[in-house]
């Protein structure tokens, strides 16, 4: 900037303004968010309880553990499976609703306060009134153990049943927030291109297969980032559940995190796993970013 | 639309509402099986868990709302979130205030810098993070909570803020400025005053992100007096653990205000979705 530029920008206040409004957002982000993750790629190569000077190098030992570490293999596969779940189930089941109860009418608003509900109640009562459903002493599994006369079933302790119970729990949890998202597209469709199509004589099946869907794209991208970034993420809604059991079985990233890094005061082990996982969202999101988002800036 | 076009065949009006039925039944039965829940004993409550309960016990939910812990944790989670709201506005729209109206050499590459935030995992810095809080002396305390909740809301908070100011008629801007107005003064003035839809809509959302939070305070706080209701919870839930009809008195106690606050609020969490712009 050149000096008489710059005696402007000081003299009619722009210099002090930004002075004054800007440091407080980079210090406080730049404290508590950039900090803490170097630190983190930091204390990943050191063996370290947290206290004291970690001295301890052990080099890349902390992400050989976790790459051979059969309980985080097992975590990332359940991770891949909540992605597929909310790609291939969820977000099908979102676009379904949205399109029914786009247009605003009375009974729609009632049903997509509804829908929403789950998304807005904190994860962990969530998670606590469905272990109470899935509990084989009460709830659902007890009535149909009864209705059947079977033993009681204990879905949320049991290595095959406790996986699909949570997956069903993130359908029924985050389904709304997807939902939302394509009304929200859907209402800002023109509606003379779908009246047009009407007079046509389209059915509103090929009116939804023809001329809204392939304008909800934008919004399908979004939704997919969400839902991919969220499923990295899982862990409140894990907790209350099964807390990783039966047998580590339904650990994600962040529970492993948790159960084996914080819980036993591993630093650099738990760092090591922080570091995958971040380096695994921020990848996503700029490869996303670059290549299926990108129509979306025009 | 869809319904007049839906409503040219009666077998679609009726799968619709099929449909639809069966999925607000998805979602209300358990809510509602969990609120009921509350009123019954635990016998009743292993052979019935969906019906109405025979007698009306109001007795469990009658000694969670008489425990001052319950308040207590209810009061910390409302400081805590309060002042996460308070801190994220203030330092947020700052920010946007400057990348809105100030351009100079690197304001860009900071605007993007502060963005990085949306995409970073909390979860991920969670323990250098916890050492910092621990170093700075901040464990067991509610700011240890809320400064770095406001940190790594702040990326989404700022975004929503610039969008906002930037589709402020820039006519204002230039008329107060001819009159002498300066930046500051036009910020508090001005901005701020005509900012209450995008202000409203970041509250709610970072309110209602501190509210439900649980990995940072089950982290950070060990004294139960410091307790969010979050963590509260649990800790209720490893005492009653057979009791469940005191568990489910004590979630239905804490759906209770997040669905008040949702139908309050719910304008300002669409428009959020809808990337902060606001229609009516």
């Not at chain 1, 993420?233 to 059991?245: K, S």
């Not at chain 2, 409503?7 to 449909?19: I, L, Q, S």
């Not at chain 2, 209810?74 to 308070?86: D, E, P």
């Not at chain 2, 901005?191 to 509210?211: E, R």
Request: hydrophobic share 55%; aromatic share 16%; charged share 10%.
């Amino acid at each position: 900037m050149a000096p008489n530029g710059f005696r402007r920008f000081a003299s009619d206040g722009r210099l002090i303004t930004v002075a004054l409004f800007l440091p407080p957002a980079l210090l406080l982000f730049t404290f508590f968010v950039t900090l803490p993750l170097f630190d983190a790629a930091g204390y990943a190569g050191y063996n370290w309880s947290g206290y004291g000077e970690p001295e301890q190098w052990v080099g890349t030992r902390n992400f050989e553990q976790m790459a051979g570490h059969s309980v985080f293999q097992q975590s990332l596969w359940n991770t891949l499976k909540v992605i597929g779940v909310s790609l291939f189930i969820q977000i099908p089941l979102a676009m379904t609703l949205a399109l029914l109860i786009a247009s605003k009418t009375w009974s729609n608003t009632v049903f997509r306060l509804i829908f929403f509900m789950p998304f807005i109640m904190a994860e962990i009562a969530t998670g606590l009134m469905w272990s109470f459903f899935f509990d084989g002493d009460y709830g659902v599994t007890a009535m149909l153990g009864r209705v059947f006369s079977m033993d009681p079933i204990y879905p949320l302790s049991d290595r095959t049943w406790a996986m699909p119970v949570i997956l069903f729990v993130i359908v029924w949890k985050y389904f709304g927030f997807h939902m939302m998202i394509f009304i929200a597209a859907l209402q800002s469709i023109p509606e003379d291109l779908t009246e047009a199509a009407q007079i046509d004589g389209a059915t509103p099946f090929q009116i939804a297969r023809r001329i809204k869907i392939p304008l909800l794209k934008p919004a399908i991208a979004v939704s997919i980032f969400f839902s991919i970034i969220g499923s990295l993420q899982l862990f409140d809604l894990i907790v209350p559940m099964t807390g990783g059991g039966p047998s580590n079985s339904t650990h994600t990233i962040v529970t492993y995190l948790y159960t084996f890094g914080i819980v036993r005061l591993k630093v650099g082990f738990g760092s090591a796993v922080g570091i995958v996982l971040f380096v695994m969202c921020v990848a996503f999101a700029f490869l996303y970013q670059r290549t299926v988002m990108r129509p979306e800036a025009e | 639309m869809a319904n007049r076009s839906v409503g040219a065949n009666p077998v679609n009006v009726t799968m619709r509402w099929v449909v639809l039925m069966c999925m607000a039944a998805m979602i209300l039965v358990p809510i509602i099986a969990a609120i009921l829940g509350g009123f019954k004993t635990t016998g009743e409550l292993r052979v019935e868990p969906f019906s109405i309960p025979d007698t009306w016990h109001t007795e469990f939910y009658g000694e969670i709302l008489l425990d001052s812990s319950f308040w207590k944790y209810l009061g910390n989670s409302l400081f805590i979130a309060t002042m996460t709201v308070l801190i994220t506005i203030i330092v947020a729209s700052m920010a946007a205030f400057v990348f809105s109206h100030i351009k100079f050499f690197g304001s860009t590459y900071i605007m993007s810098y502060l963005l990085l935030g949306l995409m970073f995992p909390f979860a991920a810095a969670i323990i250098p993070l916890f050492l910092k809080v621990r170093d700075i002396g901040l464990l067991d305390s509610h700011w240890g909570v809320i400064l770095p909740q406001a940190a790594f809301g702040l990326g989404f908070a700022t975004l929503l803020f610039k969008t906002f100011f930037d589709e402020m008629p820039k006519e204002l801007f230039e008329a107060a400025t001819l009159e002498g107005c300066s930046y500051i003064r036009f910020f508090v003035r001005f901005t701020m005053p005509l900012s209450t839809p995008i202000i409203a809509t970041v509250s709610v959302f970072v309110f209602v992100g501190s509210w439900n939070n649980y990995l940072l305070p089950l982290v950070v706080l060990n004294d139960r007096e410091m307790f969010p209701w979050t963590l509260g919870m649990m800790q209720f839930r490893g005492e009653y653990i057979v009791e469940w009809n005191r568990i489910l008195a004590f979630v239905s106690l804490t759906l209770a205000p997040a669905v008040a606050f949702f139908l309050v609020a719910q304008k300002y969490i669409v428009a959020g979705l809808t990337g902060g712009s606001l229609k009516g």
